[in-house]
């Protein structure tokens, strides 16, 4: 059961992690808010990405498994 479970977490850590913060840069630029803003964004999106992955992240690997065949 944990093994299911890392993968999920890890990924959607490194997505939300990098998406909120270019996002957040990308909106409001880098200054002595940046990290207080990004945080916000990011302690917001992770859990979301997380339960999306946890449901998600086998019904599109398998998607690309048969896309690729077809490739």
């Not at 200054?31 to 916000?40: C, E, K, P, S």
Request: with cysteine.
């Amino acid at each position: 059961m944990v093994k299911k479970l890392v993968f999920p977490v890890l990924m959607s850590c490194y997505m939300a992690l990098l998406m909120t913060c270019l996002i957040t840069y990308i909106n409001t630029g880098f200054d002595a808010g940046f990290w207080a803003r990004w945080w916000t964004a990011f302690y917001i999106a992770w859990p979301i990405a997380g339960v999306l992955m946890f449901f998600g992240a086998q019904r599109i690997r398998e998607l690309s498994e048969r896309i690729s065949k077809k490739l």
